[in-house]
Nanobody, 124 residues
Framework: QVQLVESGGGLVQAGGSLRLSCAASGHTFNSLAMGWFRQASGKVREIVAAILWSGDDTYYADFVEGRFTISRDDAKNTVYLQMNSLKPEDTAAYYC?????????????????WGQGTQVTVSS
């Protein structure tokens, strides 16, 4: 079982930036594909970005439009989501997910380990 703890959420004005962090424990970090998902009130949880266990491949949802960057630091067992040019429509709870796999999962059903979430609120 992988334990995941997110941090870095908060309230920011439109156009601002936030960096989310997700610390993992309980499994060899460099065997984990990692993903960031978000869930706005009343909506389905959707993928934001994902990164391969090796860091050699990444995926971004279309709505990211080059504004976000996912990265990982295997020495710190941590994955990051740098979010720039935030928009009010980015307001949501953001969740970190992990899966032991050699592939790059981009669907929420492919992940079986989840953090508790961190709230991001973007004001207009």
């Amino acid at each position: 079982q992988v334990q995941l703890v997110e941090s870095g959420g908060g309230l920011v004005q439109a156009g601002g930036s936030l960096r989310l962090s997700c610390a993992a424990s309980g499994h060899t970090f460099n065997s984990l594909a990692m993903g960031w998902f978000r869930q706005a009130s009343g909506k389905v949880r959707e993928i934001v970005a994902a990164i391969l266990w090796s860091g050699d491949d990444t995926y971004y949802a279309d709505f990211v439009e080059g504004r976000f960057t996912i990265s990982r630091d295997d020495a710190k067992n941590t994955v990051y989501l740098q979010m720039n040019s935030l928009k009010p429509e980015d307001t949501a709870a953001y969740y970190c997910a992990a899966e032991v796999t050699a592939t790059l999962p981009i669907d929420r059903t492919e992940y079986h380990n989840w953090g508790q979430g961190t709230q991001v609120t973007v004001s207009s």
